[in-house]
């Protein structure tokens, strides 16, 4: 038994960490519209149009970590996270297939890149959490994105529900997806094990668990607005 001061045993943190994934947005309204193919073109356009919003801050995010962190081989490790979502060169990454889902929902690049569609409170979410990493230990920003841990199913879910319910998307919209499942589920153990392995002291548990829940906040804020003006 821990007193209140000793660090909680690593089997006991990895579960409150993981008793956190009902405030994850899998079963927000908006997303259980979107697997039961309810949402109207228009809908999908303006969920793609804000999502872009969070995406494009995602590199930003990690070159946040980066700058905050003192240890060189994190450093090296999370330097891969970048070019996932900037590419290695120009029309490739995560950011470009999430431009091509929004192309083939219909929208023009250009409208999606100056984010004229981007909606207030959107914005207020995507910029708190952008904030959260530039200021925050590194350790902590790291574990906001443990939301990776319950990501895996829903993108195997939302890529065959969207495939079936929208059949006008063509394939390549789908880029994203496919080739995000290639890597989530491995980036979400190692990074697990990076934070069970930094966080040593029970502040800094519990200063974990915060910040992931903050991060389930950020995005649940995110759809409770494109949920409001849909």
């Given amino acids: 038994m821990t007193t209140t001061h000793e660090p909680l045993p690593a089997e006991q943190f990895v579960g409150e960490l993981?008793?956190?994934?009902?405030?994850?947005?899998?079963?927000?309204?908006?997303?259980?519209?979107?697997?039961?193919?309810?949402?109207?073109?228009h809908e999908l356009?303006?969920?793609?149009?804000?999502?872009?919003?969070?995406?494009?801050?995602?590199?930003q995010?990690?070159?946040?970590?980066?700058?905050?962190?003192?240890?060189?081989?994190?450093?090296?490790?999370w330097l891969d996270r970048?070019?996932?979502?900037?590419?290695?060169?120009?029309?490739?990454?995560?950011?470009?297939?999430?431009?091509?889902?929004a192309e083939a929902l219909g929208l023009d690049r250009t409208e999606?890149?100056?984010?004229?569609?981007?909606?207030?409170?959107?914005?207020?979410?995507?910029?708190?959490?952008l904030t959260f990493a530039r200021t925050k230990p590194w350790l902590e920003s790291v574990a906001s994105g443990l939301t990776e841990m319950f990501s895996p199913g829903l993108m195997r879910r939302r890529l065959a529900d969207m495939r079936e319910q929208y059949p006008w998307i063509a394939e390549d919209g789908f880029a994203y997806f496919?080739?995000?499942?290639?890597?989530?589920?491995?980036?979400?153990?190692?990074?697990?094990?990076?934070?069970v392995e930094h966080a040593t002291t029970r502040a800094q548990q519990h200063a974990a668990i915060a910040a992931l829940t903050?991060?389930?906040?950020?995005?649940?804020?995110?759809?409770?607005?494109?949920?409001?003006?849909?």
């Fill in 112 to 129: 999606v890149l100056d984010e004229r569609h981007v909606l207030p409170g959107v914005r207020f979410a995507v910029d708190a959490y």
């Fill in 45 to 59: 356009q303006s969920w793609a149009a804000n999502r872009w919003y969070y995406q494009r801050s995602l590199p």
């Fill in 178 to 195: 496919t080739s995000r499942l290639t890597v989530i589920a491995d980036e979400g153990t190692t990074t697990l094990d990076l934070v």
């Fill in 18 to 41: 993981r008793a956190l994934a009902p405030r994850y947005w899998h079963d927000h309204p908006f997303h259980q519209r979107l697997h039961q193919g309810l949402l109207s073109k």
């Fill in 61 to 77: 995010k990690d070159a946040a970590i980066l700058a905050n962190c003192p240890l060189p081989h994190i450093r090296r490790h």
């Fill in 214 to 230: 903050f991060k389930c906040d950020v995005l649940r804020a995110i759809l409770d607005t494109v949920d409001y003006y849909s």
């Fill in 82 to 101: 970048i070019t996932y979502h900037d590419g290695d060169r120009p029309d490739t990454g995560g950011t470009e297939n999430w431009l091509r889902m």
